[in-house]
């Protein structure tokens, strides 16, 4: 134990703490930079402005989807997917990735499908429609983490997006 | 399996967090600062437990968070240096008599926090009486009144 102007018995040690209130300075730093990038959509959610939510693809073209940059594992997430009605057939066929039903849980389809099947390569989805351009919503809850690349594709047009789900 | 990464993830990143936000946070001088440590702890529970609510989750979290927690304090008791780094070291904020102000501005701390704990702890009514003022770790400050302020206070 050291001793302070002779009398005082105190384990000071002024230089570690003066290095302490430095790191603690970046430290709130880096604590502001997390709010911003939380404020700014980073963490999920669209944030202000609704810089994070996305669009690929084209609804002019068949296939449009509106999903979020980022996904948090158990927090609702929303995919909407805007398709055009096949010129051949009454019903209309949106396939999916495997990583889709493997990291997404799916808790509900609005419209609900006439059809779903799996195949090795992912999931089928086939709606009914009044041969009109139609939009498709799925509901998810994320179960896997990490960055989650998922492929769309009708008969006519493909569109490959990646989501990043955080823990 | 899950449980045990979660709590350890938890304990690390609470410690960390609460080390840089500096010994003066969240110490208990208002009743906000309760309510807010309050809210930190509801908050963490969600992170701590997910959705699972059995039992064996519960016992297994607090197995993990007790664990880490003893792991830590034997560590620190064979590495010194890091249970300074750790824990921080006391800092004299008050050197016989005189306010050292850079450092009162650093960790935060004014007179007026110190006449609090003068009150307190000695029922000294002025800074003069008062030789040294230390910042301790867990953010109380204790204070050493002058030799004759001590005296007067052992014959009362």
């Known amino acids: 134990m050291k001793k302070h102007r002779g009398e005082l018995d105190i384990d000071e040690d002024i230089e570690l703490e003066s290095a302490n209130w430095k790191i603690q300075r970046v430290a709130w730093v880096l604590m502001a930079l997390v709010v911003i990038a939380a404020l700014l959509g980073f963490t999920g959610d669209g944030g202000i402005g609704n810089f994070q939510t996305l669009k690929a693809?084209?609804?002019?073209?068949?296939?449009?989807?509106?999903?979020?940059?980022?996904?948090?594992?158990?927090?609702?997430?929303?995919?909407?997917?805007?398709?055009?009605?096949?010129?051949?057939?009454?019903?209309?066929?949106?396939h999916l990735s495997k990583e889709f039903h493997e990291k997404l849980e799916v808790d509900k389809v609005v419209p609900e499908p006439s059809e779903v099947y799996a195949t090795e390569k992912g999931i089928t989805y086939r709606f009914a429609s009044a041969n009109q351009p139609f939009a498709v919503t799925f509901y998810l809850t994320p179960n896997g983490m990490g960055s989650m690349p998922l492929h769309f594709s009708t008969s006519e047009k493909k569109v490959a997006i990646t989501q990043f789900i955080y823990p | 399996m899950e449980t045990v990464i979660r709590g350890l993830i938890l304990y690390v990143f609470l410690m960390i967090i609460f080390r840089v936000s500096g010994k003066r946070t969240l110490y208990e001088a208002t009743v906000f600062d309760f309510v807010l440590l309050l809210i930190?702890?509801?908050?963490?529970?969600?992170?701590?437990?997910?959705?699972?609510?059995?039992?064996?989750?519960?016992?297994?979290?607090?197995?993990?968070?007790?664990?880490?927690?003893?792991?830590?304090?034997?560590?620190?008791?064979?590495?010194?240096?890091?249970g300074k780094v750790l824990d921080g070291v006391p800092v004299i904020i008050l050197d016989d008599g005189k306010l050292l102000h850079d450092r009162l501005k650093k960790v935060r701390v004014d007179e007026a926090d110190i006449m609090e704990s003068a009150r307190a702890l000695q029922g000294l009514q002025r800074l003069d009486q008062i030789k040294y003022a230390i910042l301790e770790k867990d953010g109380k400050i204790t204070i050493i009144p002058k030799e004759q302020e001590q005296k007067e206070i052992e014959k009362v």
Not at chain 1, 58 to 79: H, K, N, Q, T
Not at chain 2, 74 to 79: C, R
């Open chain 2, 40 to 82: 930190i702890a509801e908050t963490a529970e969600q992170a701590l437990v997910g959705e699972d609510q059995s039992m064996t989750n519960s016992f297994v979290l607090i197995v993990t968070l007790l664990l880490a927690d003893i792991s830590l304090s034997l560590l620190k008791q064979k590495f010194n240096y890091f």
């Open chain 1, 57 to 94: 693809g084209d609804s002019a073209e068949g296939l449009e989807v509106e999903y979020e940059r980022f996904l948090r594992r158990g927090a609702p997430a929303e995919i909407k997917v805007k398709l055009k009605p096949s010129a051949s057939d009454t019903l209309t066929d949106l």
